[in-house]
């Protein structure tokens, strides 16, 4: 059965500084990778995905995550961060149709 | 705005009361997911539905029913109401039921069990 672990559950960063938001899977076969963010009493949207091909992913608001399948993770990155990025984000995995396992999420405070 | 539509927004009701949640996917989209986002469990997929028929199931208690009709909304059933179950619900909509699939998540419907 596959499962999602992100390892900090909270992440507090001054504005403008890197950040990297932890997740690690557990699948016995290929597995789709997801990264969502929800805003503040909105519901979830995609920010990206991995489903193959080149394991360096990005978004277009200046996010990236590697597929690493050795490490089975799929960190979350950014080099500077903006106060508009507070909010919680998700690390989701895909193995059956449909079927998608989430982790617990990380919330994610950028401070001025 | 996803294009996925959820009714309604907020729903206060007692122990051991039924309630129901409805779901209107993106138009075009076949597929609708249910998820409950709770502060002790997190988010957790509760069941898929594809056209009209049962795809996949997450952890969806007993007490808890959903079905997708041919017009394609959906409504999640929940039942025999415990403090347990206040949370968030959201539904998902996606093209397709096949491998990989990108889901638009709705507004969400937050239930209050007193």
């Known amino acids: 059965a596959q499962s999602v672990t992100q390892l900090d559950s909270q992440v507090p960063v001054f504005e403008e500084a890197p950040v990297e938001l932890r997740c690690n899977y557990s699948?016995?076969?290929?597995?789709?990778l997801f990264w969502y963010v929800q805003y503040p009493n909105q519901g979830l949207q995609l920010l990206l995905k991995?489903?193959?091909?080149?394991?360096l992913v990005e978004s277009i608001n200046g996010f990236e995550a590697e597929f690493n399948k050795s490490q089975t993770s799929f960190h979350l990155r950014k080099p500077s961060v903006h106060i508009s990025d507070t909010a919680e984000y998700f690390c989701?995995?895909?193995?059956?149709?449909?079927?998608?396992?989430f982790g617990d999420g990380t919330t994610l405070t950028v401070k001025p | 705005d996803s294009g996925v539509t959820q009714t309604p927004k907020h729903l206060i009701t007692a122990t051991g009361q039924r309630v129901t949640l409805r779901c209107s996917p993106r138009?075009?989209?076949?597929?609708v997911y249910w998820y409950q986002q709770s502060l002790d469990q997190g988010l957790q997929f509760l069941i898929q539905?594809?056209?009209?028929?049962?795809?996949a199931k997450g952890n969806i208690l007993e007490r808890f029913s959903a079905q997708q009709f041919p017009d394609l909304h959906s409504e999640l059933n929940l039942s025999s109401l415990e403090l347990g179950d206040s949370a968030l619900y959201f539904c998902?909509?996606?093209?397709?039921?096949?491998?990989?699939?990108?889901?638009?998540f709705g507004p969400g419907t937050r239930l209050t069990v007193l």
């Open positions: 539905y594809y056209n009209g028929e049962e795809r």
């Open positions: 699948s016995s076969v290929s597995v789709y």
């Open positions: 998902a909509s996606s093209a397709s039921g096949t491998k990989y699939n990108e889901q638009f």
């Open positions: 989701a995995v895909e193995e059956n149709a449909g079927k998608s396992t």
């Open positions: 138009s075009g989209d076949l597929s």
């Open positions: 991995y489903l193959s091909g080149s394991t």
